[in-house]
């Protein structure tokens, strides 16, 4: 019961909200402005639906090779964070490799 009060409130005080921002000129004509364009767009693609899906698969191509490129970029972040923590090892080897070359006794 409690739940569906706050749900009310919640939708109460948008809605509040949304009638009190109205009182700004500068909102009331964008938000129409908006509101009319949304309405072109609708009317447009739901007598030209072939385009509207040509649009829409486009835009589902362009973000799978979007994740394909952010999936590639990951794979090769990680490889280098392998690699760099290879890297102290390897130094440490080459300083080993040269301290010993210095401490050898030479035989003349």
Do not use: W
């Not at 090769?76 to 050898?104: G, H, N, W, Y």
Request: contains cysteine; negative net charge.
């Amino acid at each position: 019961m409690g739940q569906s009060k706050l749900l009310v409130s919640i939708v109460a005080g948008a809605a509040i909200g949304a009638a009190l921002s109205m009182l700004d000129r500068s909102t009331r004509e964008k938000t129409i402005d908006t509101t009319k364009k949304m309405k072109e767009a609708v009317t447009y693609y739901a007598t030209n639906r072939e385009e509207l899906q040509v649009l829409v698969e486009e835009k589902v191509l362009a973000a799978k090779v979007l994740c394909e490129s952010v999936s590639d970029n990951v794979n090769t972040i990680a490889e280098k964070v392998e690699e760099f923590k290879e890297l102290p090892t390897t130094i440490q080897s080459m300083i080993d490799d040269t301290k010993s070359a210095f401490t050898l006794p030479h035989k003349e």
